[in-house]
């Protein structure tokens, strides 16, 4: 299969492929071997020609009234979002939402392996969830270079948001997963993704509440 | 304070508008009267201009360099966004992320109760977590009447979303806050505000696999 590296693709399309990979599974697992791009177009209600231009994003080529090989299309969008190389990730914060993460056992399939966590009550220093041991913030230097930790994963409150994402910073991470309401200030080659849980909502009750208005 | 009633805000604003809020309640909380669309901004390293923007879509009035009253800003963005009216809202999915959500008690200041629960496995039928107690699915559309729910959160695995979607569609449900990695039909009648994880990784994936190449 053809395959060229590229690196600058449409952040749209980068958000989009990963819809398309549980409905590629899904038909491996039917024994499918082959499917085009109008099929997957109407199974999400997407237009055809965006979804031909998001899978010719990853460089898997298809061939015309056939389709796609599913296997190999599978294999170049993980390759492409870096799901098939496992990056290491520390996860601070082990409240409500960091305990849930720390459990999620799928991560990875999405390419992430949470290998350490920190938390600030003396009393969780050293539990174990999944393959995660809980350390103090002030171990998180060396935990960083020994387990060749990539991700950094925010899951403390507010307030503390920035403070833990210096240390990352400082520590040599080169990604933050963010789940805090806040906009975070950090160096240029740090990069930052957001999943903002209060904005989200905010949509939705917004909508809710002024629909009828 | 004027404020006038404006359903149609641009979404960046409403995405933006719940990140100004806890600046806001710490300033209130440390005993402050007044603050700037440039204080404001420089905190998060916006443009004052978009910050200007994103506060005059709420209706609060300012005043020229003394700025808003910060109480009175946090009502109308609190108004705004719906979050001081309560509405109910039913869980579907017991899982990790779904404990978590059940058990975080914040939702409340940001418009939401959830008040009732609903998963697959017999033997959690019963349990209470928080004020939402779980029920079986086939119980939906008359809790729904009951409890007088609008929103459905969805936090089942991706092959079962679009059948609960579909039971909270005939439930009567209004908008819906979708987790699993699924892009659902609906009808025109029913909002629905995706939180994709999936998604949101992939973009920090994407970017940490393929900066260096």
Same mark, same amino acid.
């Given at each position: ?76 969008? $993980? &390759? !492409? ?5 496992? +990056? @290491? ?10 305990? *849930? ?36 913030? $002030? &171990? !998180? ?5 020994? +387990? @060749? ?10 307030? *503390? ?53």
């Amino acid at each position: 299969m053809a395959r060229k590296k590229n690196s600058h693709i449409p952040e749209p399309s980068v958000r989009r492929l990963p819809l398309y990979v549980p409905l590629l599974r899904d038909e491996l697992a039917k024994g499918r071997e082959r499917i085009s791009c109008s099929t997957i177009a109407t199974q999400y209600g997407f237009d055809p020609t965006q979804v031909r231009k998001d899978l010719a994003a990853t460089g898997a080529v298809g061939t015309a009234r056939v389709g796609f090989k599913i296997d190999e299309l599978l294999h170049a969008i $993980e &390759d !492409l979002l870096g799901w098939r190389r496992l +990056k @290491n990730a520390v996860l601070i914060g082990v409240g409500n939402l960091g305990h *849930a993460l720390l459990n999620y056992k799928a991560f990875k399939h999405y390419g992430i392996s949470i290998v350490a966590a920190i938390d600030s009550s003396e009393e969780k220093i050293g539990w174990e969830i999944e393959e995660a041991r809980i350390y103090r913030l $002030e &171990d !998180l230097v060396t935990i960083v270079k020994e +387990k @060749n930790i990539e991700i950094g994963i925010i899951t403390v409150p507010a307030p *503390a948001a920035q403070e833990v994402a210096d240390y990352l910073c400082e520590a040599g991470i080169k990604g933050i997963w963010n789940f805090a309401p806040v906009v975070l200030q950090k160096p240029d080659t740090v990069f930052i993704e957001n999943v903002q849980l209060s904005t989200s909502l905010a949509v939705l009750t917004n909508h809710l509440e002024h629909q009828n208005t």
